[in-house]
Nanobody, 121 residues
Framework: QVQLVESGGGLVQPGGSLRLSCAAS????????MGWYRQAPGKQRELVAA???????NYADSVKGRFTISRDNAKNTVYLQMNSLKPEDTAVYYC???????????????WGQGTQVTVSS
């Protein structure tokens, strides 16, 4: 009933920028926190950035000052602006959201399918 779809990934050179988008759709009553995670081969999935329904943000130390998370509540969409990209940013990026469904009582966690970001010359 709820789907999260990421877009905006691709191949960029070091120092370049990308903007990821994740749109939630379906039987949504409200969305609490939203975030971006990433996972490189052989590594654990890690939190990149998160944003609350009120707009408070949290970032991994490795991306502070380079990445910016934002959301459009009217569109149920979260964005990740990635600047000054480094090769170590290469990973599959997943969006995440805590969603209260229509007629629901609690928030449930949903994940997108992921979008590949590759930073390489």
């Amino acid at each position: 009933q709820v789907q999260l779809v990421e877009s905006g990934g691709g191949l960029v050179q070091p120092g370049g920028s990308l903007r990821l988008s994740c749109a939630a759709s379906g039987s949504i009553f409200s969305i609490n926190g939203m975030g971006w995670y990433r996972q490189a081969p052989g590594k654990q999935r890690e939190l990149v950035a998160a944003i609350t329904s009120g707009g408070s943000t949290n970032y991994a130390d490795s991306v502070k000052g380079r990445f910016t998370i934002s959301r459009d509540n009217a569109k149920n969409t979260v964005y990740l602006q990635m600047n000054s990209l480094k090769p170590e940013d290469t990973a599959v990026y997943y969006c995440n959201a805590g969603v209260v469904r229509v007629h629901g009582l609690i928030a449930q966690t949903y994940w997108g399918q992921g979008t590949q970001v590759t930073v390489s010359s």
